[in-house]
């Protein structure tokens, strides 16, 4: 299956600091990007998608201004928390999608753990 | 709106048995696609196996198979011979709009 590169893996920063996430389609031109929130034990919560060139559209609850996205070309998405808080501490997966292996399937990073201290 | 229900938190399962895992999902959509996807400890997601709604025939991969019963908007996943890699999250999830939307996640753990 397709690639996706999702870097760094871990992260620790202090609070009221930002955080940069990296998102790369390595072997596929993604024309749609996804940023999920994860806790512990639960199900992968839906943030923003993205399309190259454009604004990301955010779901309903996910402040816009506290979790900046970006999607410059297809295959790079950034996702930057800024001025992280404690509360901020989760598990954010990327998702790319293209036309690898068909258009409908999503292929995911291995995820970020971001620990606001 | 589609929502996606995982009835089971946890199963288990001994080595080389099969396993049942049940999903359900609401719509009032035709055509859209399901998938279940597998989450070990890594918690790297992966892609385990795929149906188009409007293929009648169930998709198969390997060990994994599914039984899709669109009337009844049901998909289960069937892990024949489980190995004990198999050990993870599995999600379910529906896409119709371009967004997948996951269910809650059944815990596998299979035992030696």
């Known amino acids: 299956g397709a690639v996706v590169s999702q870097h760094p893996s871990r992260v620790i920063c202090k609070s009221g600091t930002s955080v940069k996430i990296e998102c790369r389609s390595l072997d596929f031109q993604a024309t749609t990007m996804f940023w999920y929130r994860q806790f512990p034990k639960q199900s992968l919560m839906l943030m923003a998608t993205s399309n190259e060139g454009s604004k990301a559209t955010y779901e309903q609850g996910v402040e816009k201004d506290k979790f900046l996205i970006n999607h410059a070309s297809l295959t790079l998405s950034t996702l930057t928390v800024t001025s992280a808080h404690p509360e901020d501490s989760s598990f954010y997966i990327c998702?790319?999608?293209?036309?690898?292996?068909?258009?409908?399937?999503?292929?995911f990073g291995a995820g970020t753990r971001l620990s606001v201290l | 709106a589609q929502t996606v229900t995982q009835s089971q938190p946890e199963m288990s399962v001994q080595e080389a048995e099969t396993v049942t895992l049940s999903c359900t999902y609401d719509?009032?959509?035709?055509?859209?696609?399901l998938f279940w996807y597998k989450q070990p400890p890594s918690r790297q997601m992966i892609l385990v196996i795929r149906?188009?709604?409007?293929?009648?025939q169930n998709a198969t991969e390997n060990r994994f198979s599914v039984n899709f019963q669109k009337a009844a908007k049901s998909f289960s996943l069937k892990i024949s011979d489980s190995q004990l890699g198999d050990t993870a999250m599995y999600f379910c999830?529906?896409?119709?709009?371009?967004?997948?939307?996951f269910g809650q996640g059944t815990t596998l753990q299979v035992k030696p």
């Open positions: 719509t009032s959509e035709s055509n859209y696609y």
């Open positions: 998702s790319a999608r293209g036309t690898q292996g068909g258009e409908n399937i999503q292929y």
């Open positions: 999830a529906f896409m119709n709009t371009g967004k997948l939307i």
């Open positions: 149906q188009e709604a409007y293929k009648q």
